[in-house]
């Protein structure tokens, strides 16, 4: 019988160290999104939604996570990292990975109302952009999206 090893580098893992990210914010009543960047094999940002939290409509995981990972690098320049994120991410955050450079974005489900990695619209591989990262989608969609379906049902019976 043979060991069945956890691969640290995997998408499926390092995707559920975003979900673990995105618990954290569903426990502060903050939509479910959670976030790690990633470079040369460490994680070096870890992040989930804020918006309430601190009253900042630009706290989102993926903002949150640039701003770390820039801080742990110190250079705003992150060629060299990958962005996890549960959810694909909004037009707003989709413009700072391309100004930051990421390298690559792995997401766990579309989001098509707004998603900007290419449900709705597609500005993380923009040819018109000055910079294009590479997009890898659905790693742990089921459980990215069963997060925020629960997050959403839970909050609609809390009104009712």
Known sequence: MSEERIDL??????MGEALRMARR???QEEVPVGAVIVHKGRVIARAYNQVEQLKDATAHAEMLAITQAEAALEDWRLNE???YVTKEPCPM???AVVHARLRRVIFGCASPKD???GSLLNLLQHPKLNHQC?????VRQNECAAMLQAFFRERREATE
Do not use: K, P, R
Not at 9 to 14: F, R, T
């Open 9 to 14: 580098d995997s998408d499926e893992y390092l």
């Open 25 to 27: 914010a569903w426990e």
């Open 81 to 83: 990292c990958d962005l």
């Open 93 to 95: 955050c989709a413009g």
């Open 115 to 117: 998603g900007a990695g």
């Open 134 to 138: 590479l997009v890898t989608q659905g």
